[in-house]
């Protein structure tokens, strides 16, 4: 455990990364965000410093796991005055949702340097963060995946190596795309069986011993019923990541309605506000008489 760790994004998935690998016993010694107040509340907890600049992290540390929004902000922070400055022989473990031609872009840049990068997509949510039981998908150069292997290895309860860079990207868009689309047909769902007057417990628990059974049903069908969106992985995420899935099928000429409709509801929930609720919040577009949209 000689390498020292560093975080770029500290919000609920990269701070409880941060502290389950402290909580392991890795030198956690630098964190970023462009939320300062959260960065150095986080700093504070865990003894480490809260960078003002992105080329202060690398400087600080050995492996440094991005954990950002999107491929604007992917980008950006890979600037040559940012994490690319003195990165000779440093290790980026990319975690965000973006697209594959992204990552592409990004280890290229870092190999100009002599930094190495690897994709480590993540499934599951914040509690799976803390307790080091997320499902990784990895994805880059194989001598770069097994030398973190067993730093990812304290953050994962499973983890598959993918393939070369950009890879394990379009294995996320898919993995998300189809976990929209059944959250969207769960909503629909639960939102007839409540219009024509089903007792939806009853409803749910029938869902879950034939066809209609899935992860979301169990993730996410009580807050449907009860309108508990507290969020774990927002509307907002929903839209950006079913967006990637359309734009990687379309390139190859597929049409795909399913994923085209429930990006537009997903869509329709950020322009209607809701954006920051957790993607189950998609019942409040289907249940009579909830959203007013």
Same mark, same amino acid.
């Given at each position: 455990?000689?390498?020292k760790i560093g975080? !770029?994004?500290?919000g609920?998935m990269?701070a409880n990364?941060?502290r389950?690998l402290k909580?392991?016993?890795?030198? !956690?010694?630098?964190v970023?965000d462009?939320y300062?107040?959260g960065?150095e509340?986080?700093?504070s907890e865990l003894g @480490?410093?809260?960078c003002q600049?992105?080329s202060?992290?690398?400087?600080?540390?050995?492996v440094?796991f991005?954990v950002v929004t999107?491929?604007a902000?992917m980008?950006?922070i890979f600037?040559?005055d940012?994490l690319l400055?003195?990165?000779d022989?440093k290790?980026?473990?990319? @975690? #965000?949702?973006i697209?594959?031609?992204t990552h592409?872009?990004?280890?290229? #840049?870092a190999?100009k340097?002599?930094a190495?990068t690897l994709?480590?997509?993540m499934?599951?949510? &914040?509690?799976q963060?803390?307790e080091?039981t997320?499902y990784l998908? @990895?994805?880059? =150069?194989?001598?770069?995946? =097994?030398?973190?292997e067993?730093?990812l290895e304290?953050?994962?309860?499973?983890?598959?190596?993918?393939?070369?860079?950009g890879?394990?990207?379009?294995?996320k868009a898919?993995v998300?795309?189809?976990m929209?689309?059944?959250t #969207?047909?769960?909503?629909e769902?639960?939102?007839?069986?409540?219009a024509?007057?089903?007792d939806l417990?009853?409803l749910?628990? !029938?869902?879950?011993?034939t066809?209609?059974? $899935?992860?979301?049903l169990?993730?996410?069908?009580?807050?449907?019923?009860?309108r508990?969106?507290?969020?774990y992985? $927002?509307?907002?995420?929903?839209?950006?990541?079913s967006g &990637?899935a359309l734009?990687l099928?379309?390139s190859?000429?597929l049409t795909?309605?399913?994923a085209a409709?429930t990006?537009?509801?997903?869509?329709?929930?950020v322009?209607e506000?809701?954006?920051?609720?957790?993607k189950s919040?998609?019942a409040?577009l289907?249940?009579?008489?909830?959203h007013a949209?």
């Amino acid at each position: 455990m000689s390498e020292k760790i560093g975080f !770029v994004g500290v919000g609920r998935m990269g701070a409880n990364m941060a502290r389950r690998l402290k909580d392991c016993g890795y030198d !956690v010694t630098a964190v970023y965000d462009v939320y300062t107040a959260g960065a150095e509340e986080l700093a504070s907890e865990l003894g @480490c410093e809260a960078c003002q600049e992105l080329s202060r992290v690398t400087e600080l540390a050995d492996v440094i796991f991005t954990v950002v929004t999107d491929d604007a902000a992917m980008l950006s922070i890979f600037a040559e005055d940012g994490l690319l400055k003195g990165a000779d022989g440093k290790t980026f473990v990319n @975690c #965000a949702t973006i697209s594959p031609a992204t990552h592409l872009i990004v280890e290229a #840049a870092a190999e100009k340097v002599g930094a190495k990068t690897l994709e480590g997509c993540m499934a599951s949510s &914040i509690p799976q963060a803390r307790e080091g039981t997320l499902y990784l998908m @990895c994805g880059g =150069k194989e001598e770069t995946f =097994k030398a973190v292997e067993p730093i990812l290895e304290q953050l994962s309860s499973s983890m598959r190596y993918v393939g070369k860079s950009g890879e394990a990207a379009k294995v996320k868009a898919l993995v998300n795309m189809v976990m929209n689309i059944n959250t #969207a047909a769960l909503a629909e769902g639960l939102g007839i069986g409540d219009a024509v007057g089903l007792d939806l417990n009853m409803l749910r628990e !029938v869902f879950s011993q034939t066809g209609a059974n $899935s992860n979301v049903l169990k993730t996410d069908g009580e807050d449907m019923q009860i309108r508990d969106h507290e969020c774990y992985f $927002s509307a907002a995420h929903a839209a950006k990541d079913s967006g &990637i899935a359309l734009e990687l099928g379309e390139s190859t000429g597929l049409t795909l309605p399913l994923a085209a409709a429930t990006k537009a509801q997903y869509d329709r929930m950020v322009a209607e506000g809701l954006g920051d609720l957790d993607k189950s919040g998609i019942a409040e577009l289907t249940f009579k008489g909830r959203h007013a949209g």
